[in-house]
């Protein structure tokens, strides 16, 4: 897994490398702060609930959700995933159609939901 979240005052900077990059179909996404709604830790199956059809990466079930996703019952939003097999995800909702949600796995997701929606709070007061 190669997934790279840096977060600054004004945007979240996610930047994907190796195989991420190539199953995504992206390799860097700027998110700016006041764009951001949240983050949070989610479980992987309750992430997945809100999962529609594959546009552009690779899924396969239990394993991997990479790419470019529909979202069910919100014609024409879509949301961008980085998830293999963590139990746990870090999930970053926006306010934009494209991407409504970043779902990612990663080692510091806690530390990161904290640091994104303190600084998407403190943006929006």
Do not use: C
């Not at 979240?5 to 994907?16: C, E, K, P, S, T």
């Not at 746990?88 to 990161?112: G, Y």
Request: glycine residues 8%; without cysteine.
């Amino acid at each position: 897994m190669a997934v790279n979240v840096f977060v600054h005052d004004d945007r979240v900077d996610v930047d994907l490398s190796g195989w991420d990059r190539i199953w995504a179909l992206k390799s860097h996404l700027e998110v700016p702060m006041d764009q951001v709604i949240g983050a949070w830790v989610a479980s992987r199956d309750d992430a997945l609930s809100t999962l529609g059809w594959r546009v552009g990466g690779g899924y396969v079930p239990g394993r991997m959700a990479t790419g470019h996703f529909t979202t069910k019952g919100r014609k024409g939003v879509r949301q961008l995933w980085s998830v293999y097999t963590d139990d746990e995800v870090l999930v970053i909702e926006t306010k934009l159609d494209d991407p409504w949600r970043v779902v990612l796995q990663h080692p510091d997701r806690e530390f990161l939901a904290w640091i994104i929606s303190e600084r998407a709070h403190r943006d929006h007061t």
